[in-house]
């Protein structure tokens, strides 16, 4: 494997520092490949990312020089904010980066700013949280069932919230929670939770960008590493965001995560690595081989071996730079909820199992029907614009052909290649059963009491 010097040495490094650390052995990555299939076009990249650990797969796919077994030498660069990030891989400022979901599909769909983007992989599932003030959790703790070991039973709906939002109104106050950018899963997720309690998150309209209209909970943009303190300040009354940022809560003793994205809706899909059409026609051999190196970055991070070591990577300044107990407390398969109350989530951050990488069109479609849902998307349109959408943005083709590299490398094995086209059965894992299915996109909208609905139109 190639690597230069500098890589060596700080790999090494954080590797023996962790295995003193944890008193065990951590695995090193020891495989070897052949040369890349074919030359890369553009070797010099720049990309994009969060200060959150599921960009874990841009850091690791640098530091365990993947990139530069695919002929590329990469520069990760971290972003002020969702839009920033955006408006930079749309500019073509940056040549990729890691993004929330909603933001390639709402560039499409014609929510926001509008261009041609694409992924063609998908980071991860999972990885968030909903975190109360820590009044607000002793408000809800009244409404919240306790188990036989005193603690409260999960998952915790919003039933246990509805109360506290009345008592908000009648006294004249506004209940007020943060998200991190309005066509992010934090938002959708927010929105899914409270609107299956029958608490309503409100409507976006042409007239209304900021989706408060008929609200009883206020929900409004703040970046990740300012949920924190933005609660400890008394602006907001709770938030949904990535880790590191609930734990941190815990950590300063000023708020609780009261349920997990993994708890709403099992194994969801959270961010994507995507880059313009137009770089993905000029460059196709740099974006496959960007996928190649991702794909095996994802594969990495879920061998549990390997999990300390990224946590001391991702700890680094130049990734998340939050302290590395904090990043362990999610990473490496344990989730604190109140102080205290820390228990096994295994697959509270997954990177590649259960076919995390590969990029369904189904997802794809369940954003865009939470964007009808809540007024994002303004008209009625057909089930087939969603199928017609999506399969313009999400490119599991470049996946792939990068996949079956990787296969005829020895990199990955038959099992780790979907035999799909592209839309995962229909599931009710979500926190209130509704089912999901991705090819019935009208169905599913009108299941719901509180959103938007449409009749199907043909």
């Given at each position: ?15 023996g ?124 703790k ?5 188990g ?33 950018f ?10 899914y ?35 924190p ?9 709770g938030?949904c ?48 081989a ?45 989730f ?20 995390a990488?590969?990029?369904?069109f189904?997802?794809?479609v ?13 008209e ?7 199928a ?14 990068a ?53 199907l139109?043909?």
């Amino acid at each position: 494997m190639k690597k230069n010097l500098f890589q060596l040495i700080v790999v090494a490094s954080l590797l023996g520092l962790w295995a003193c650390g944890s008193g065990g052995e951590v695995k090193k990555d020891v495989t070897t490949t052949t040369a890349p299939v074919s030359p890369v076009e553009k070797p010099q990249l720049t990309f994009g990312f969060i200060k959150l650990t599921d960009m874990a797969p841009l850091a690791i796919a640098k530091e365990m020089g993947y990139f530069e077994d695919e002929g590329l030498f990469v520069t990760l660069e971290a972003q002020a904010n969702w839009k920033n990030i955006l408006d930079r891989v749309i500019d073509g400022e940056l040549d990729g980066a890691h993004m929330l979901a909603g933001q390639p599909i709402a560039a499409g769909a014609g929510f926001g700013r509008q261009a041609d983007l694409v992924t063609s992989y998908s980071m991860d599932l999972n990885g968030n949280a909903i975190t109360v003030s820590n009044s607000v959790w002793a408000a809800m703790k009244k409404h919240v069932k306790n188990g036989p070991d005193g603690k409260p039973i999960h998952p915790i709906t919003a039933d246990a919230l509805k109360p506290v939002i009345d008592a908000y109104k009648k006294e004249g106050k506004q209940f007020k929670m943060g998200m991190v950018f309005p066509v992010s899963t934090h938002n959708y997720e927010l929105r899914y939770w409270l609107a299956a309690a029958g608490i309503d998150p409100g409507q976006y309209t042409a007239d209304n960008a900021n989706g408060q209209v008929g609200a009883e909970a206020l929900l409004s943009v703040t970046p990740p590493p300012q949920m924190p303190a933005t609660l400890e300040s008394g602006t907001i009354d709770g938030y949904c965001v990535g880790e590191p940022w609930n734990q941190q809560a815990v950590f300063k003793g000023i708020g609780v995560p009261v349920v997990t994205n993994y708890e709403i809706w099992k194994n969801n899909p959270e961010k994507v690595f995507v880059m313009t059409k137009a770089f993905v026609d000029q460059y196709p051999n740099t974006a496959k081989a960007i996928t190649k190196a991702l794909i095996r970055a994802g594969k990495w991070l879920d061998d549990p071996a390997n999990r300390p070591s990224a946590v001391g990577i991702l700890s680094r300044q130049e990734y998340v730079g939050a302290d590395s107990v904090i990043i362990a407390n999610s990473m490496t398969g344990t989730f604190e909820f109140e102080k205290g109350d820390k228990r096994s989530l295994p697959d509270f951050n997954v990177f590649f199992k259960y076919n995390a990488t590969y990029p369904y069109f189904s997802d794809g479609v369940w954003f865009l029907t939470q964007m009808r849902r809540w007024g994002q998307i303004g008209e009625a349109k057909p089930a087939d614009w969603y199928a017609s959408t999506i399969t313009k943005i999400y490119r599991p083709d470049i996946w792939q052909t990068a996949a079956k590299e990787l296969l005829a490398q020895g990199l990955l094995t038959d099992a780790d290649i979907p035999q799909t086209d592209g839309y995962k059965p229909a599931t009710a894992d979500f926190i209130d059963g509704t089912q999901f299915d991705g090819k019935d996109p009208i169905g599913y909208l009108n299941s719901f009491k509180i959103g938007n609905k449409d009749k199907l139109v043909q």
